[in-house]
């Protein structure tokens, strides 16, 4: 065939705009609308939901073990973002402490996911 245009052909400008967010920190895309939001909701989903379930509300087996809090509750919603994100980080109770695996933008992310968390319970 002659003359016919390869189907999966991208134009060089898509190319480079691609190649451009591959260069990017993460942290810049993070703190762009739906990455963050994404990026806080995969960092609750591996390093929280074992514990405090995918909504926050602490009944997963594990959590119920080892009384985890509801996070959406008055009681978590009441301390203020700095005291959430030292718990996160240094632990509390059962809960331990994720300063080696979490940075400070995915702390203050989670933070912001919990607050979410609150105001989607039914």
């Known amino acids: 065939?002659?003359?016919?245009?390869?189907?999966?052909?991208?134009p060089p400008v898509v190319a480079w705009a691609?190649?451009?967010?591959?260069?990017?920190?993460?942290?810049?895309?993070?703190?762009s609308g739906k990455a963050g939001e994404?990026?806080?909701?995969?960092?609750?989903?591996?390093?929280?939901s074992s514990c405090h379930g995918a909504n926050g509300a602490g009944d997963t087996?594990?959590?119920?073990t080892l009384k985890a809090a509801d996070l959406?509750?008055?009681e978590?919603?009441?301390?203020?973002?700095?005291?959430?994100?030292?718990?996160?980080?240094e632990g509390?109770?059962?809960m331990p402490s994720f300063k080696d695996s979490l940075n400070p933008d995915q702390i203050r992310a989670l933070v912001a996911h919990i607050r979410k968390l609150a105001k989607t319970q039914k």
């Open 76 to 89: 978590v919603q009441k301390q203020s973002d700095s005291e959430l994100a030292q718990i996160i980080s």
């Open 1 to 10: 065939m002659a003359g016919a245009r390869p189907l999966l052909r991208k």
């Open 92 to 94: 509390k109770g059962n």
């Open 18 to 31: 691609a190649a451009v967010l591959c260069l990017l920190p993460a942290s810049v895309v993070a703190k």
């Open 72 to 74: 959406r509750s008055p």
């Open 38 to 48: 994404t990026e806080a909701a995969s960092a609750f989903k591996l390093q929280c």
């Open 61 to 64: 087996s594990v959590g119920k």
